[in-house]
């Protein structure tokens, strides 16, 4: 069991170590190759991946539900603690603790930062921050695709079975779906970096903020986020890739092969519920507020969506709104995108699947003798995947509440406490309270709560159960 997951660790450890000589670019300029923070960190990914590879060498013919939860987790920390080393090596943090932390936010997509000015940052490691993003989005997509239906951890089982046949098998080798993932999350990033250098940013900054948006991180190359530009025509562009970013990147392959693809409603649901809670927001913020309506339409928009896609890009200092909005913030950040995007949180299919379930025992509740389907779209669900889904959402609060218990146990007051931890297990990154808002960050926390947090952006990233689930005796039986 341990055999499979090391060997398959040590191969994207190989992949890890290649990707990290591309910001080592930016600084050939001005650092001999040898001692370039980058080039040092690649080789020793590379090193250990290798070693964790040969050492590990085994034939897989298939993987078990075990070898699939051990694989998964073993993989995602080897990644974070890896991907930590550029930040020590560039001496950009003050402790190996921070590093693990700004690492672990970049690769999980959550956007929480440690760092104080990035605009002081080298571009090496401000790329570095932005392809974090954007590779954990990859991952998160080609995880939630290829392995929670086979887990039936919830989500993404009902995709599997909604576009297979007995005629026509949707997936019917890994390697058919991951390569047409790859090619729309790439394209993506190369539309959106075209259009953001078209909308008045730099280059680097395009490719940056591109990364980001579409990997739905929130890393930024500015201290100010997105407010910085002062540009609507770019905060328009964030929107719209973030919205990109936020759809089954199987959505895409299915529009392209002119299938109907969004069956079971989620697409127009998720794109629904962005609507309404805009133009709620945008009328709450005209009557408190001294914006104008265009202000109000620009600023609540994106504020909207940047937290329910769990991106937390910022183009204004939302806290400034007041407590009711903030209250508001916490609560969208618990919505997320589409399953099989890269966004974080609960996500908008399983909250189908539980108002669906409210609706039906409601209806039964008024007439006893009516056979009410679960149904979401055109798609029935079935009981499994219904119980999966609220074990999945019990499990969630379960460790909400747990996560804010323990931060809270280090001396940190509840609000922000309660603030943090839903924030990275969400894995929004920004925060419903000042201190870790757009206009602040999460240096202040002690060692011990940032490896709290660690581990609840891991926790939210990696859907809960699969890490639960190494908690159970019986996963440890023969």
Request: overall charge neutral; proline content about 2%; some cysteine.
């Amino acid at each position: 069991m341990w055999q499979a997951a090391f060997m398959i660790s040590g191969y994207i450890l190989i992949i890890l170590g290649f990707v990290m000589l591309i910001p080592a670019g930016l600084d050939a300029s001005d650092v001999p190759f040898l001692d370039m923070p980058f080039v040092v960190s690649a080789l020793i990914t590379v090193f250990f991946g290798f070693l964790l590879f040969l050492s590990n060498h085994v034939k897989i013919e298939r993987i078990s539900l075990r070898q699939g939860y051990l694989t998964t987790i073993v993989s995602w920390v080897a990644v974070c603690l890896f991907s930590s080393l550029p930040f020590i090596l560039c001496h950009c943090v003050p402790n190996i603790s921070d590093a693990v932390f700004e690492a672990t936010s970049g690769i999980t997509g959550t956007g929480a930062t440690i760092m104080e000015n990035v605009e002081k940052l080298p571009q090496s490691v401000l790329m570095w921050r932005s392809l974090l993003n954007y590779i954990g989005g990859l991952g998160v997509v080609i995880f939630a695709v290829a392995l929670l239906p086979f887990l039936g951890i919830g989500g993404m089982q009902i995709f599997q079975h909604e576009n297979s046949d007995s005629n026509d098998k949707f997936m019917p080798k890994f390697s058919y779906i991951a390569k047409r993932i790859v090619f729309i999350y790439l394209s993506l990033m190369i539309i959106a970096s075209c259009a953001l250098y078209l909308c008045g940013m730099g280059w680097f900054d395009a490719v940056n903020h591109a990364m980001s948006a579409i990997g739905t991180g929130g890393f930024s190359t500015k201290n100010n986020s997105i407010a910085a530009f002062h540009n609507i025509s770019i905060e328009l562009c964030i929107m719209i890739f973030m919205l990109a970013g936020a759809l089954p990147m199987t959505f895409y392959i299915l529009l392209l092969r002119g299938t109907d693809a969004d069956r079971n409603g989620q697409v127009r649901t998720f794109l629904k519920i962005i609507g309404g809670i805009s133009l709620i927001w945008c009328i709450y913020l005209y009557c408190v507020t001294n914006y104008s309506w265009s202000e109000v339409l620009r600023y609540g928009i994106f504020t909207v969506i940047s937290i329910v896609t769990t991106t937390g890009l910022s183009s204004v200092n939302y806290i400034e709104w007041g407590v009711w909005v903030t209250a508001g913030i916490l609560f969208l950040s618990l919505i997320g995108g589409c399953t099989g995007s890269t966004c974080g949180s609960i996500k908008t299919l399983r909250w189908q699947v539980v108002f669906a379930f409210l609706r039906k025992h409601l209806i039964s509740a008024i007439d006893t003798h009516r056979v009410v389907p679960l149904k979401i779209g055109t798609v029935n669900m079935s009981e499994k995947v219904t119980i999966s889904v609220f074990v999945y959402l019990l499990s969630f609060i379960i460790c909400c509440i747990g996560l804010i218990l323990l931060v809270s146990s280090f001396g940190i007051d509840f609000k922000t406490s309660a603030a943090a931890v839903i924030a990275c297990i969400a894995n929004v990154g920004i925060g419903s309270v000042d201190v870790i808002g757009p206009a602040g960050n999460y240096a202040f926390f002690s060692q011990g709560i940032k490896g709290i947090l660690c581990f609840a952006m891991l926790l939210g990233r990696l859907e809960i159960m699969t890490i639960l689930v190494l908690l159970t005796k019986s996963f440890w039986r023969d």
